[in-house]
């Protein structure tokens, strides 16, 4: 069964680095787009990053190309969030996402509802 399984979030002062993982099984990797989005208390989820994992192809939210990477490693069917420079407003839930390739244009790879598949998210704690 298809299933997403985000890991390496935590407490990290500010400043500091985080790479987060999302380890995905029951399907392959390059079959699909993977995006990383953000929630914190409050507020409304927001994208992150996305990448089609066949290609490499990659976007960011504006807000977000200076501090966060999104990468992959196939072999591994794993997508990676490293996030630099770490500031409190980082604090939030970080959920990684999965749609097909053949459904999802990359175009749409930042709005959540183009998603079919979530993680349970991982929990980011930015202290200053």
């Known amino acids: 069964q298809l299933q997403l399984v985000e890991s390496g979030g935590g407490l990290v002062q500010s400043g500091g680095s985080l790479k987060l993982s999302c380890a995905a099984s029951?399907?392959?990797?390059?079959?699909?787009?993977i995006g990383w989005f953000r929630q914190a208390p409050g507020k409304e989820r927001e994208a992150v990053s996305c990448i089609d994992s066949s290609d490499g192809r990659t976007s960011y939210a504006d807000s977000m190309k200076d501090r966060f990477t999104i990468s992959r490693d196939n072999a591994k069917n794993t997508v990676f969030l490293t996030v630099n420079s770490l500031k409190v407003e980082d604090t939030a839930i970080y959920y990684c996402?999965?749609?097909?390739?053949?459904?999802?244009?990359?175009?749409?790879?930042?709005?959540?509802?183009?998603?079919?598949?979530w993680g349970q998210g991982t929990s980011v704690t930015v202290s200053s």
């Open positions: 029951g399907f392959r990797l390059d079959g699909y787009v």
């Open positions: 996402a999965a749609g097909r390739r053949r459904l999802l244009m990359f175009s749409r790879c930042m709005m959540s509802q183009a998603y079919d598949y």
